[in-house]
């Protein structure tokens, strides 16, 4: 079984500030990917970043970057120069061997003017 | 990036009718479909993993004669649920496989509401 820990209901970031969002993971699988994605009150879910298990370097997407401590099952999203249109909830997400994705519980990200 | 439709996107129904929701893959195959459903503030919830030409793959504690799943081709999967009921008001969300990259995409949900 593969799970996704958000341990953040809720953040909060000034605009044009940074914010890092956490998410831990567990599975048993040696090939996996980690994802992080993006749903605004439209409830559309966006893909922001993606990174598979084998590539040691960070994946990066403009503003958004992860940290990805392979060792820790750790998967953390900084996301630099907030912006309005970033206030959404970010759900971390696996997908392990047999390509099913799970999804944490998600965090609500509050961008303050 | 690929596009994944579903219609409809709203639907209200009377308790004990059918409803059928349809998901589109609209600028690729895609041979597996998934089908999600999620409650208001809280994540998304894995019923069934479909694929073209076979039999759904159910979650556990998903009833499959009351959520039926059809793969037809690889652009279209439908979930129909069956003899609704309040409790089956949720949002339902769909997302397409593409194979190369091991990445889903999703439809922008449905939303059914039973009364």
């Known amino acids: 079984a593969q799970t996704v820990t958000q341990s953040q209901p809720e953040m909060s970031v000034q605009e044009a500030e940074t914010v890092t969002l956490s998410c831990t993971y567990d599975?048993?699988?040696?090939?996996?990917?980690l994802f992080w994605y993006k749903q605004p009150p439209s409830r559309q879910m966006i893909l922001v970043i993606r990174?598979?298990?084998?590539?040691?370097q960070n994946a990066t997407e403009n503003r958004f970057s992860v940290n990805f401590q392979k060792a820790a099952k750790s998967f953390s999203l900084k996301i630099s120069d907030s912006q309005l249109g970033d206030a959404a909830m970010y759900f971390c997400?696996?997908?392990?061997?047999?390509?099913?994705?799970?999804f944490g519980i998600g965090t609500k990200l509050q961008v303050i003017p | 990036g690929a596009v994944v439709s579903q219609h409809p996107s709203r639907v209200i129904c009377k308790s004990g009718t059918s409803v059928k929701i349809e998901c589109r893959s609209l600028d690729f195959q895609a041979t597996t479909m998934f089908w999600y459903r999620q409650f208001p503030k809280q994540s998304l919830m894995l019923m069934a993993t479909?694929?073209?030409?076979?039999?759904?793959?159910?979650e556990q504690g998903v009833e499959k004669d009351k959520f039926l799943i059809n793969h037809a081709s690889l652009t279209l999967s439908t979930l129909t649920v069956t003899s609704a009921h309040p409790e089956d008001s949720s949002f339902y969300i769909c997302s397409a496989r593409l194979p190369s990259y091991n990445e889903q995409f999703f439809g922008p949900g449905t939303r059914l509401t039973v009364l």
């Open positions: 997400a696996l997908s392990g061997g047999y390509q099913k994705v799970t």
């Open positions: 599975t048993s699988e040696s090939d996996y990917y």
């Open positions: 990174q598979e298990a084998y590539k040691q």
């Open positions: 479909s694929n073209e030409g076979s039999k759904a793959t159910y």
